[in-house]
């Protein structure tokens, strides 16, 4: 596939309109129906439905559009790099899943960002199975991931604070008279579990055998929609500490786990690549905040 044809491909899909696309490509309709079409013949498949007024994608098209975002992506920031090997800039690519144990990662972001103009951030929130697969393919540079995990095909840093687990639930449930919650506490309550504690085992070891007889009614990999389901009063939610408000005026409540439950968040990156200017400079100062 030509890298060109795929960037006419993505405007086509954002457009749904082959005439506006040749337009913002200034390119003729025919030509660019014919490449979508040659495009079409070398996959195999069809890409678009084809109406009077505008084009949609086909399943196989949606598939293509997010490969294709990616291709891109990594082709521009290739390029870039390659271009601007002397000067601190381009993009520091960062997936991760949610936690307070991010905030050195976000204070080492600022300082760059404040010191280097040119320097952009592109976060992308996700768990290990969103994570690992877009360092290896180099549409991110960096990961943090939750959980004990074996990292031997990456380099590593274990950042300072451990997410602990915990409930949130309405503030008129009667568990919130207790200081934390145990498995035992759990028994007979509707419960979301996240997607991550469902798929690992330490928070099945934390329960003690109970785990099957939990009454889970859904999971969640990211915590503010179940948040908003659990203050329908739905059921509890199993997540770490400081991701929901759970102020005063909040009407949600958290309780810690007992026995408590912690993990570390861990920093990876490729073993086999060598970092760009930007991303070594975060490394480094990063590891200096660390320290301090």
């Known amino acids: 596939m030509d890298i060109r044809v795929l960037r006419y491909f993505v405007v086509i899909a954002q457009e749904q309109n082959i005439s506006r696309a040749a337009d913002q490509l ?4 025919p030509a660019l129906s014919r490449q979508i079409a040659d495009l079409e013949t070398e996959l195999g498949t069809q890409l678009f439905t084809r109406a009077h007024r505008h084009i949609q994608l086909t399943q196989e098209g949606y598939y293509l559009l997010e490969r294709a975002q990616e291709i891109i992506g990594l082709v521009n920031k290739t390029t870039y790099n390659l271009q601007k090997r002397d000067v601190i800039s381009g993009t520091l690519d960062i997936g991760a899943g949610e936690s307070v144990g991010l905030r050195p990662i976000m204070q080492t972001v600022q300082e760059i960002l404040q010191k280097y103009p040119e320097v952009r951030v592109n976060l992308r929130s996700g768990d290990a199975e969103d994570i690992l697969p877009k360092i290896d393919a180099g549409v991110l540079e960096f990961g943090v991931i939750m959980g004990h995990r074996q990292f031997n095909n990456y380099n590593m840093l274990v950042l300072p604070d451990d997410n602990r687990w915990g409930i949130i639930m309405r503030k008129d449930e009667k568990l919130t008279e207790n200081v934390s919650i145990s498995p035992s506490d759990l028994l007979g309550r509707p419960l979301i579990i996240s997607a991550q504690a469902q798929k690992n ?14 009454h889970v009614i859904g999971s969640s990999n990211l915590i503010f929609n179940a948040s908003l389901l659990v203050e329908t009063g739905a059921g509890m939610a199993l997540t770490y500490e400081h991701l929901v408000d759970t102020s005063p005026d909040s009407n949600l409540v958290f309780r810690p786990l007992k026995p408590e439950l912690a993990e570390p968040n861990t920093l990876i990156w490729s073993k086999n690549r060598s970092l760009p200017n930007v991303s070594q400079l975060f490394l480094d100062k990063l590891q200096d905040n660390i320290s301090k």
């Open 26 to 29: 200034h390119v003729s309709q």
């Open 201 to 214: 085992g330490p928070f099945q070891n934390w329960s003690n055998g109970l785990f099957d007889q939990f």
